[in-house]
């Protein structure tokens, strides 16, 4: 790709112990991805958290970042480098389905094939030198600046917590039409401590933990509460923040960034009371 596959944001070292990740925002849709189109552009930018990085980046404050630039559909940063799909890339293994994860067996591997109301999304299948590129050129670089994010804030703090940023459509009554879903890996990525204060920061919006959605690579990669490292993935109704049609900005991106700052108040506030403030003071 001709423009930079994601933004850093802030400081290096970081200058919180809170570091921001969003993966699925890009909006740089390059020529070799339009030309390779058999739906309408506008299939597939059904894939994108819409503009949920104009939210992040109006609550991030001191926080470092990273945003994806290059469009989820390009290659998906949550998921692994061995979700590639065979039914669109020539280089991937074909194993049973049983030995799938069940995002890749609905189309949602680390390319993916389909989109919301769409079925095959791809004119052909992509060579497998083609996927190994985007995995060198934005995969594993953007995992790599992450973890090197994450270690600077915990050798600063002594602890390092991730906020994977993430938006949702509306939720229907049966899951509970919460507004916020906050997935912790159902307790595997982050101490319970940073999942509650988070929860209680959203000051009575709806929220649920871990369903439907309970975070995916990014946290199985880089949260590891043993070493003080803690990732928590958030998913924010798009509603909450998007117009009536869920496609451009509404009334509501100041407050839902409001909202987000308050939850990464409570997080940071949670990370430096553990921290001795006269080691702090002498950074």
Sequence with gaps: MAEEPFLRRGDMPPASPVVLSVPHAGRAYPLALRAALRVPLSAIALLEDRFIDVVADGARGACSMLVQTCPRAWIDLNRGEDERDPRVDEGAAVRAPAQQSVKLRSGLGLVPRRAAGATEVWRH????????HRIDTVHRPYHAALATMLAAARARFGVAVLLDVHSMPPLSARCGAARIVIGDRFGQS????????????????RTVRNSPYAGGHILDRHGAPAADIHAVQLE???????????????????????????????????ALSAVDPIAYAAE
């Design 190 to 205: 982050a101490g319970e401590r940073f999942v509650a204060c988070i929860e209680s920061a959203t000051h009575g919006v």
């Design 125 to 132: 299948r992509f060579s497998g030198a083609e996927i190994d």
């Design 236 to 270: 924010f109704d798009r509603s909450l923040y998007l117009d009536v049609t869920l496609t451009q900005p509404g009334p509501g991106m100041t407050s839902t960034a409001a909202l987000l700052r308050r939850m990464i108040d409570a997080a940071e506030d949670e």
